[in-house]
């Protein structure tokens, strides 16, 4: 790789392949303003370099980050029923869910996947804000009861990214219906008693915080993600006052006792692993190769006594 394959092919190539070339090469982060590359942006998991904020992050990206080699098989998830209220506003519900689908390049709002981390064998979920705001309509509640069902089949603990507006309005109560459902699926896996851990990421509000992604054995959040009910604006125009520095935000909450761990991404993995396995009374993950053991007692007898032997040889030669 050098700056010329970096910058440069793409375009060349496109004016022969027509082959997609991303518009923006470059981001910029939402809280500090850097311009960053797109490359360096995405091989540091979507966290500005400068100033560690945790832009959205694709489900794809994510469990290629997080499972073993990159490797992982989707889990599918029944089709709901379209488009039941044949509801409207500026646009058709349809259309809005086309154009989300042509922009993200997925189905709906949520990836369900099977695959390891560290060699343990997890079912994982994760909601795409990038996807109409990572809404939870019937096909995000069929998707975290395909994963509770397989996470119980499979006998493997569920893990669970969330990232949402809210409910989605386009499906009205059937939306709302959701939370109890969902609520169901979690209940399903404590009586398998297989752990249920949830990774909470900016930002995780409406009624995904009013159901399923609070109800985790191990509530785990990224760094400065906003996770309420209602939006703090919503709250400042409504009791009419000034709201603490970093009021609902995970560090905040952190503090007040509503989650047990706020983690960086990049060491996301790592703790997920220690987790997963001390809930399920595995032993440590190997982090490393570790030389093969001796292979008995007469060889260690045999390799001590050379050593003795080799250490006499020295003291007389001295
Ligand atoms: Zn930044």
């Not at 793409?10 to 022969?16: H, Q």
């Not at 109800?215 to 000034?242: H, M, W, Y």
């Not at 047990?260 to 009374?281: C, F, P, S, W, Y």
Request: net charge negative; aromatic share 6%; proline share 7%.
């Amino acid at each position: 790789m050098n700056w010329i394959s970096n910058y440069v092919r793409p375009k060349i190539n496109s004016l022969f392949s027509r082959r997609e070339v991303p518009e923006n090469l470059w981001t910029k982060c939402d809280q500090c303003g850097t311009m960053l590359f797109h490359r360096e942006l995405s091989e540091n998991l979507n966290v500005c370099t400068n100033c560690d904020h945790h832009m959205q992050i694709t489900p794809r990206a994510r469990f290629e980050a997080l499972f073993d080699n990159g490797t992982f098989t989707e889990v599918s998830v029944p089709q709901p029923v379209a488009d039941p209220l044949q509801f409207r506003d500026q646009k058709r519900y349809p259309d809005r869910l086309r154009t989300a689908q042509r922009n993200t390049g997925e189905k709906e709002a949520m990836l369900v996947a099977e695959g390891e981390i560290g060699r343990t064998p997890i079912i994982a979920a994760a909601q795409d804000f990038s996807f109409m705001g990572g809404s939870m309509g019937m096909y995000v509640g069929n998707a975290i009861i395909a994963a509770a069902t397989r996470a119980v089949e499979t006998k493997r603990p569920l893990v669970l990214f969330s990232a949402a507006g809210g409910a989605r309005m386009q499906e009205g109560i059937l939306s709302l219906m959701q939370m109890p459902r969902t609520t169901v699926a979690v209940e399903m896996l404590r009586e398998a008693g297989l752990p249920y851990i949830v990774v909470l990421t900016h930002p995780t509000t409406g009624g995904v915080t009013a159901s399923y992604a609070m109800l985790g054995d191990i509530q785990i959040s990224e760094p400065n993600a906003l996770i309420c009910f209602a939006g703090p604006r919503v709250i400042e125009q409504t009791i009419r006052e000034k709201l603490p520095e970093g009021f609902q935000r995970a560090e905040y909450l952190l503090d007040h006792g509503m989650l047990d761990r706020v983690t960086h991404r990049k060491e996301l993995r790592n703790e997920l692993i220690t987790v997963v396995r001390m809930l399920l009374g595995l032993p440590p993950a190997v982090q490393g190769d570790l030389p093969p053991p001796a292979e008995g007692p007469e060889k260690q007898k045999a390799e001590t006594a050379e050593i003795a032997e080799t250490l006499v040889t020295q003291d007389t030669t001295a």
